[in-house]
């Protein structure tokens, strides 16, 4: 599983694309950067045992179960000519363009709909997904970033909670879209585009030549991957990027005078 490693590259999505969706805050950022982070865990939802099945025990347990069963009569029922005999469960229905899209479109009409607490729900989920793959340091993170937005928007925090819910829906899809990028570097590849036919597959698993794939776990992923988009994770934080060039420049130029 790449747990750890699809969390991290669903922080670093997040703050790339949140500017574009509106989030220009320091506290905006780092929340939808969770948030993001979070959701590109749950198309692991689809395995036993994966973290986000076990998140919340029976409850997600169940959830998982309910995603493979769905996962299984789909593939049964759209499979091609020349998709492999397979379950049908893991690294299908979850793992596609068309899930991420739907996911994130009921996410963002959910929490319009359903209000400030369907806002919080949607959003303290992927905090906790976040904070089992990447590691308690980003539980208070993100929670304190949470208190300085709500701070910052006070007294009308809870009304503004309702003006989120269209970056939400970005936020869950596109974290649910890095997962299936990653997964789409791996051996096993990703049926990213089902349910397009390609070469006889409903199913058809899209991955690079063989040179540039990986194994999950293994060397690339943990010694180069991983280090690489945490730096990544750090120089996409609002004003870091700007300090650390502003900071070079001083150096440089003190060191000319």
């Known amino acids: ?23 220009t805050t320091l506290s905006q950022a780092v929340v939808f950067a969770a948030t993001t982070a979070g959701y590109a865990l749950l198309p692991d939802l689809d395995h036993p045992g994966a973290r986000a099945s076990r998140l919340l025990g029976p409850v997600t347990g169940g959830l998982s179960w309910l995603l493979r069963k769905a ?56 905090l906790l997904l976040a904070e089992d793959g990447l590691g308690d340091w980003l539980l208070p993170v993100a929670g304190g970033a949470v208190v300085w937005w709500v701070a910052e928007n ?11 819910a269209g970056q939400l829906g970005v936020a869950v899809a596109l974290g649910c879209f890095t ?9 096993s590849g990703c049926p990213f585009l089902f349910p397009v036919p390609i070469a006889g597959e409903t199913w058809y698993e899209l991955r690079p030549p063989k040179a540039l794939r990986f194994r999950t776990g293994k060397k690339v992923e943990t010694t180069f991957l991983f280090p690489v988009f945490a730096v990544l994770g750090v120089l996409l934080i609002p004003g870091v990027w700007p300090a650390l060039v502003g900071f070079v420049n001083d150096v440089f130029s003190s060191s000319t005078t």
């Open 179 to 187: 997962h299936c990028l990653g997964d789409a570097l791996t051996e």
């Open 71 to 126: 996962s299984a009569g789909l593939y049964s029922v759209t499979k091609g000519p020349r998709d492999e005999r397979k379950k049908g469960t893991h690294r299908h229905l979850t793992h596609t363009l068309l899930f991420a899209l739907l996911l994130g479109g009921a996410t963002a009409w959910g929490t319009a709909e359903g209000g400030p607490w369907v806002v919080v729900g949607v959003v303290v989920f992927g």
């Open 1 to 23: 599983m790449m747990g750890r490693t699809h969390a991290l590259t669903g922080w670093c999505a997040g703050l790339a694309v949140a500017p574009a969706v509106g989030v």
């Open 154 to 164: 006070s007294p009308n925090a809870l009304a503004e909670l309702d003006s989120v």
